[in-house]
């Protein structure tokens, strides 16, 4: 295993966030997590019930 960082290596997160019925709060997690520095958020489904 190689202790070198590749620039194109994709770590894929999918968290299971129980607000389904709360916008507002889905959007306040996607932009906290899009603030991080070479991150990005690629889809954001708040699932069926909103």
Do not use: F, H, W, Y
Request: hydrophobic share 45%; with cysteine.
């Amino acid at each position: 295993m190689s202790s070198e960082v590749n620039a194109e290596t994709l770590v894929e997160c999918v968290p299971n966030i129980s607000e389904g019925r709360d916008r507002q709060k889905i959007d306040l997690i996607v932009a906290a997590a899009a603030a991080v520095e070479d991150v990005d958020v690629l889809d954001v489904d708040p699932g069926a019930e909103t």
